[in-house]
């Protein structure tokens, strides 16, 4: 039989006795060794005699600080995990923990009891994953060194301890699968660094990765793409302007259509900027292409590549609509920010254009359903016009004379004349309406 692993050693250091026992009390039932320090120093002296598994650290300490503790803990305990305890307001100290310290997650207060007990149960399982990940890259290293000791001349012997190196390096492979559990946690981190950075510019982007990923998600799961690929969507939407965090504060602070030619030519490098720096990650490669090409146009007038229709991938399609979407509500892509249904009738209006027609009128009844707050008005085609709706606004001729009067109920017979006027004139009309209530 198999031996019981001993339990995982705990480190808690917060200069509150409150909160120490707080932390003890919360992990004492799942089994772990505690052990607490009231300061950075206690911490020190305990990890100097005890092995410790993970710290969880507060920010604000007297005398030294999370940062500055968590730091000395790299240089001299590196394998040992380390969770960063921080307010809101500590945004500076806690990218220096980040980079200093190279925490594996920061957590705010007040926290949130299962998420800081399934962070540390995931730091605790990939610490494991990477003893696991060492042994056998050493193991792969010492089979390399073997090779180079080989002689050159026995091809054969080279050949049988070439296929046992590269079975290790799949078992090592193997292996970083098991990291994947974490994966999504680095990803947020780099979308909380762009939008870090949107913060310090005074840009308008801070959130708006995460609104994009939210709807892109929500719309990839209506129009039935796999789960690989509502992942991948979701992925591309939170990384999607990372390819931006290398311009500059007055790029950044205006409108698209307000910049000058050469600062919209530094803009359009960040699709192809935001793939080069993706591919290096084995997990984002197919996200990478969507964001390479999420400013492609349905006409093929898009960028970098002036791909068209269903060229362009499918996941990409999705994130043109909800990134223009948002970005017309932010001011980002237009120089005035423009209302929810200004920002709809521009999507409307411009399918088969910038747009894939399917992406967007899934997304225009997608945000229709999706609405808490009472009856909205929504621009519609007139292919989309269903019995009972009402105009909330005139419907004009484009010569000027009225069509139909605010407030009218709209019938089968009155859907009808509108699809033939539009058939006769080779004119699309767009009609702002709202569902009648029962």
């Known amino acids: 039989m ?70 000395q803990v790299r240089g001299r305990w590196p394998n040992t995990m380390r969770i960063l305890l921080t ?24 926290w949130d009891d299962a998420e800081i007990v399934n962070t540390v149960r995931d730091a605790l399982e ?9 042994r056998l890259t050493a193991l792969t290293q010492a ?17 049988e301890r070439t296929a046992e190196l590269q079975q290790a390096l799949t078992f090592v492979e193997q292996s970083h699968g ?7 946690t680095s990803v947020q981190v780099f979308a909380g660094l ?38 991948n969507v979701m992925l591309a939407g939170l990384l999607h302007d990372i390819g931006k965090l290398g311009l500059s504060d007055e790029i950044l602070s205006k409108s698209f259509n307000t910049l000058s030619a050469e600062q919209r030519a530094q803009v359009m490098k960040h699709p192809q900027i935001g793939q080069n720096l993706l591919m290096a990650i084995d ?29 362009i991938p499918l996941g990409a399609r999705i994130l043109a609509v909800v990134n223009d979407y948002d970005a017309l509500q932010i001011g980002t892509l ?32 997608l945000i229709g359903e999706t609405q808490k707050s009472g009856p909205v008005e929504l621009p519609l085609r007139t292919m989309h016009l269903k019995p009972g709706m009402v105009l909330t606004r005139e419907l004009a001729h484009r010569d000027g004379y009225l069509l139909l009067a605010k407030g009218s109920v709209l019938t089968t017979d009155i859907i009808n004349q509108l699809v033939r006027l539009e058939q006769a004139e080779q004119h699309n009309l767009t009609l702002y309406t709202r569902s009648e209530e029962k």
């Open 2 to 71: 198999s031996e019981t692993p001993a339990p995982a050693t705990l480190l808690f250091v917060d200069d509150e006795p409150g909160i120490l026992s707080a932390l003890r009390r919360l992990f004492r039932p799942h089994g772990y060794r505690i052990l607490i320090a009231e300061s950075g120093a206690a911490g020190l002296s305990i990890l100097e005699q005890e092995a410790v598994d993970l710290i969880i650290s507060d920010m604000r300490m007297p005398e030294m600080d999370g940062a500055t503790f968590l730091k």
């Open 87 to 110: 307010g809101y307001a500590d945004v500076t100290s806690t990218v220096a923990a980040i980079n200093e310290g190279e925490i594996y997650r920061y957590i705010a207060k007040p």
């Open 126 to 134: 990939r610490q494991q994953l990477e003893v696991e990940n060492r």
């Open 143 to 159: 089979q390399n060194e073997e090779l180079k000791v080989l002689n050159v001349n026995l091809e054969q012997k080279v050949a």
């Open 178 to 184: 098991e990291l994947k559990k974490s994966f999504l």
């Open 194 to 231: 762009i939008e870090l950075r949107a913060g310090q510019s005074g840009s308008r982007m801070a959130g708006h990765g995460r609104r994009v990923a939210d709807m892109a998600r929500t719309l990839a799961q209506r129009l039935e793409l796999s789960d690989v690929d509502v992942q």
């Open 283 to 311: 997990r984002c490669k197919e996200a990478a292409i969507l964001v390479r090409h999420h400013h492609e146009c349905f006409d093929g007038s898009g960028y970098p590549d002036r791909l068209a229709g269903i060229a």
């Open 334 to 365: 237009v120089q005035r920010p423009l209302r929810q249904e200004e920002a709809l009738a521009f999507l409307i209006d411009n399918r088969g254009k910038r747009y894939d027609p399917t992406a967007v009128e899934a997304f225009v009844r």
